[in-house]
């Protein structure tokens, strides 16, 4: 007997469940009483006396919300009288407050031909990123011009504002309507990967390093006019930088680079300024040699990163400017964030004993250096 009472009561994880579905509904009732008041808010003119370009801008800054989260909560509130079921629904526990923006915002769009009760049963039955995507399907089916009316209206808003800040850096801002944004995505994301042992950068850097890998063709097609000297690329004492196209000059590190795998358009001067090397993406690495190199590493030979050999460079293990050879043994595919490690950012990658091969991190000094300079 005492068994089977044990067997019926709550377990602390039902009560769990519970306390955060109360919760939750309470949330989204405070949340419904909000959204009433900001509609009233957005009403009045209590914002502009504030200074505010619009109710929404008042609420970001004042109430601390997203512009999406402060239009949200307006358009509940603007909408609530002729949402009654969904309204109840909220009440009942049956769908959220998330939902019912998605609502109040379908309701907007397609005015009289809105039909409440159909979409509160789909609410009920999916998820509010599901519910949000069959609207955008209701709101195609009652009215497919206005649909494309609104996408082409995103289309008007696009923009890609490129500004070059004082150290050279490039400054990017911009907005792409939703099939733009979709194909820009398709092509970025599977390079903003992590990707190899001991990735650490955030989800913006990798961003920023798959447009800058998107553009550079992985570093195996960049198309780059660079100018410099022997003594630039021996980064020997007293030389010039490099010049590169759209950029400020740039450091002998970054042209070892370039000019590792040799396939940027290149002007190579000696002291006296006389052009001793023109390669229209002429490469030091020949076309069958770097078929050979493909079939051998099969991908980026950084540990762990499964880059493509058409992502991936044909990097010198000993640069040619040193006298390294262009054979297979001296070469090894890496991608161009790896590639870039081992120019500009100070890593090695040597081949251990058996083959494998092992990544150094670079020195790194802690207070002042054990002894002065000779
Ligand atoms: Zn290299
Ligand atoms: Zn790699």
Redesign the pocket.
């Known amino acids: 007997m005492l068994a089977a009472q044990d067997a019926c009561a709550p377990s602390d994880n039902d009560l769990l469940r519970e306390r955060l579905f109360q919760r939750r509904r309470v949330i989204d009732l405070q949340e419904i009483a909000f959204a009433r008041e900001a509609a009233d808010f957005a009403a009045s003119d209590a914002w502009e006396e504030d200074g505010s370009v619009s109710a929404v801008d008042w609420l970001r800054f004042n109430c601390h919300m997203t512009a999406g989260a402060a239009c949200n909560a307006i358009a509940v509130g603007e909408m609530l009288e002729q949402l009654p079921e969904s309204h109840q629904a909220v009440v009942d526990g049956e769908i959220g407050f998330a939902h019912l923006a998605t609502m109040a915002r379908t309701a907007e769009a397609l005015d009289d031909r809105f039909d409440e009760r159909v979409l509160v049963e789909k609410a009920k039955e999916n998820s509010p990123g599901k519910f949000f995507y069959i609207c955008h399907h209701a709101r195609h089916a009652f009215d497919p011009k206005q649909f494309a009316a609104e996408q082409a209206e995103q289309v008007e808003q696009r923009r890609l504002k490129l500004s070059t800040w004082i150290d050279g850096s490039l400054l990017i801002s911009g907005q792409l309507d939703p099939v733009g944004g979709a194909a820009f995505l398709t092509k970025l994301a599977p390079l903003a990967r992590r ?2 042992a001991l990735d650490y950068r955030d989800q913006e850097q990798r961003n920023a390093d798959a447009l800058v890998e998107l553009c550079s063709g992985g570093g195996s097609q960049a198309q780059i006019q660079v100018t410099s000297s022997l003594e630039t690329l021996l980064a020997l004492a007293g030389a010039p930088a490099a010049e590169m196209e759209h950029s400020l000059p740039v450091s002998s590190k970054t042209i070892e680079r370039l000019a590792c795998d040799s396939s940027i358009a290149r002007v190579l001067l000696n002291s006296e300024s006389t052009v001793i090397d023109v390669g229209r993406s002429k490469r030091v690495v020949s076309e069958p040699g770097r078929r050979a190199l493909a079939a051998r590493d099969g991908s ?1 030979r ?1 540990p762990e ?1 499964d ?1 493509p050999p058409s992502r991936s460079a044909a990097h010198h293990l000993v640069h040619w400017i040193h006298g390294g050879s262009s054979d297979l043994d001296n070469l090894i595919l ?2 161009h ?2 590639h870039w490690m081992v120019h500009e950012g100070k890593w090695q990658i040597v081949r251990g004993e058996d083959g494998r091969m092992l990544t150094i991190p670079p020195m790194v000094h802690f207070g002042p250096p054990s002894r002065g300079p000779d």
């Open positions: 990707s190899g980026c950084w990163c880059r890496l991608c964030r790896h």
